[in-house]
């Protein structure tokens, strides 16, 4: 059975860090997406790394997150520098079998995490 378990998330000031991890069972997944969800808004793309460990990222993360993936590809981690309040979400890690569609859409992937809470206070 497929599961996606995410870790990592808590209370922190802004300007601190925060590493999350999601740790995959059952099976290899060709990609893994991050994405997030601050309440009455979308769930809004993060990040996303590809199996050859290509990374994209939304603009208003770039330069301060970093997705990584371990060599067993099932565990992916996101970790997060220079954390703003806005950056205050429950972020949810994805998972696909393939790399088809874009890697920034929500419909792209098959699996999701149960999601952790990030809060950043001013």
């Known amino acids: 059975q497929v599961q996606l378990v995410e870790s990592g998330g808590g209370l922190v000031q802004a300007g601190g860090s925060l590493r999350l991890s999601c740790a995959a069972s059952?099976?290899?997944?060709?990609?893994y997406g991050w994405f997030r969800q601050a309440p009455g808004k979308e769930r809004d793309f993060v990040g996303s790394?590809?199996?050859?460990?290509?990374?994209y990222y939304a603009d208003s993360v770039k330069g301060r997150f970093a997705i990584s993936r371990d060599n067993g590809k099932k565990t992916v981690y996101l970790q997060m520098n220079s954390l703003k309040p806005e950056d205050t979400a429950v972020y949810y890690c994805a998972a696909s079998a393939s790399s088809v569609g874009s890697s920034s859409s929500v419909g792209s992937y098959d699996y999701w995490g149960q999601g952790t809470q990030v809060t950043v206070s001013s």
């Open positions: 790394i590809s199996w050859f460990d290509t990374t």
């Open positions: 059952g099976r290899t997944f060709s990609r």
